[in-house]
């Protein structure tokens, strides 16, 4: 795939349209597309006008590269992104992030909709990404592509540990309460059975999603710094039961991906304040 095409027709698009080439972009998930609204000055391209994107087909998911101010700060925020489940190659999947570098973007922020799979987690929870759990089939499977990146990078510290800090701070002086905890992330698009719910746990993840870190893998391989976070938007269908229904009787929860969009739009606001004073330098 042409990277550097892509490339240079968003930093034509930027040129003409007097905005500076971000140094940091944000990928959206689902019902989280908000966060975009809140950019100044939007230059707002749909990605089926950007060479070589795809068409983000995923409930809540926009489908539009919006660049412009946040908090000051030029970036690039993704609203919407594209998932291995929507039949797309993981190179497809994680193509944004590579053409992002190519524009000299050195610092990632991704955010998602996840399941909670720790019983202390709550609906509407915000959750900061400490490590992950890959599931799925790993981005940088096949030749690698040295101008990104080494054969085998190091994943040590994938999360950025100074980002991770800096948004505890920030946090607090909002009156924000952050989860801190492990992603899994498998290919879907089924939601998780209560089996599979319990091994996430058992294996060491707190929530669990389909998407974000074949992005955050490429990421790394690019040297980004990365920052993530998920907004707990539905709970393991085995982490208990709705108690009482309509009929008296004890229910298992159901996911339903109407509803998660639904919890993710409340928890988009207090997501799109921490997110705007993660990016300015002096907050």
């Known amino acids: 795939m042409d990277y550097k095409e892509s490339a240079d027709f968003l930093r034509r698009k930027i040129e003409q349209s007097a905005q500076r080439v971000p140094r940091t972009a944000i ?10 609204e809140q950019i100044e000055k939007p230059l707002v391209i749909p990605y089926g006008e950007i060479p070589h994107f795809k068409t983000s087909t995923a409930v809540g998911h926009k489908g539009n590269l919006i660049v412009g101010l946040l908090g000051g700060e030029p970036v690039a925020a993704m609203q919407g992104r594209f998932h291995y489940y929507e039949g797309y190659t993981m190179e497809e999947v994680t193509y944004p992030v590579r053409v992002f570098s ?35 089939p ?7 592509k040295e101008e990104f990146g080494p054969r085998f990078p190091d994943m040590t510290e994938t999360y950025s540990r100074r980002l991770r800090q800096k948004a505890d701070t920030i946090a607090a002086e909002m009156g924000i309460t952050l989860r801190h905890g492990v992603y899994v992330a498998g290919t879907g698009p089924t939601y998780e059975t209560p089996a599979e719910y319990r091994m996430y746990h058992i294996i060491g993840g707190d929530a669990c999603g389909m998407s974000t870190v074949p992005e955050v893998i490429v990421a790394r391989h690019c040297g980004m710094e990365v920052f993530g976070m998920s907004v707990i938007t539905n709970q393991s269908n085995d982490l208990g039961v709705v108690a009482g229904g309509t009929d008296g009787n ?10 998660v969009v639904l919890q993710a739009d409340r928890a988009a606001d207090r997501m799109t304040g921490l997110f705007t004073r993660l990016i300015t330098p002096n907050a």
């Open 138 to 144: 790993n981005p940088l499977i096949g030749p690698n």
């Open 27 to 36: 990928i959206l998930g689902s019902g989280l597309g908000k966060l975009a």
């Open 250 to 259: 004890d229910h298992l929860v159901v996911n339903d991906e109407n509803d």
């Open 102 to 136: 190519e524009l000299g973007i050195g610092r990632l922020l991704v955010s998602n909709a996840a399941g909670a799979v720790n019983a202390d987690y709550q609906v509407g929870d915000l959750m900061v990404i400490t490590d992950h759990i890959n599931l799925m």
